[in-house]
């Protein structure tokens, strides 16, 4: 059965980091491409970052670009999101995906895999 479990979530305060894991299990995903979404309260889920299958290609939304980074280690089936620079506004659930195919996507509609979420809550 398929799991992605994520973790590192917490509190933390403005201008600080945190660095996001979700590790997949249950088959390997080297060959798909991997996101991250966050859903803040009373918001659609929404992108992120997202990774290749290869780590070689990656995108973010314009309001994380420059402070987070996405990573994978397909040797431990697992991807990463640091997050520098936390803003309150970057407060929600984050969560992580599969996709569907090899390349970098920013559509959740494209993503066949999700995990349950971790919390992040910046303060102010």
């Known amino acids: 059965q398929v799991q992605l479990v994520e973790s590192g979530g917490g509190l933390v305060q403005a201008g600080g980091s945190l660095r996001l894991s979700c590790a997949a299990s249950g088959r390997t995903f080297s060959s798909y491409a991997m996101g991250w979404f966050r859903q803040a309260p009373g918001k659609e889920r929404e992108f992120v970052a997202t990774?290749?299958?290869?780590?070689?290609?990656?995108f973010y939304a314009d309001s994380v670009k420059g402070r987070f980074t996405i990573s994978r280690d397909n040797a431990k089936n697992t991807v990463y999101l640091q997050m520098n620079s936390l803003k309150p506004e970057d407060t929600a659930v984050y969560f992580c995906?599969?996709?569907?195919?090899?390349?970098?996507?920013?559509?959740?509609?494209?993503?066949?895999?999700w995990g349950k979420g971790t919390l992040v809550t910046v303060s102010s």
């Open positions: 995906a599969v996709g569907r195919y090899p390349v970098a996507t920013m559509e959740l509609t494209h993503m066949d895999y």
């Open positions: 990774i290749s299958w290869s780590g070689g290609s990656t």
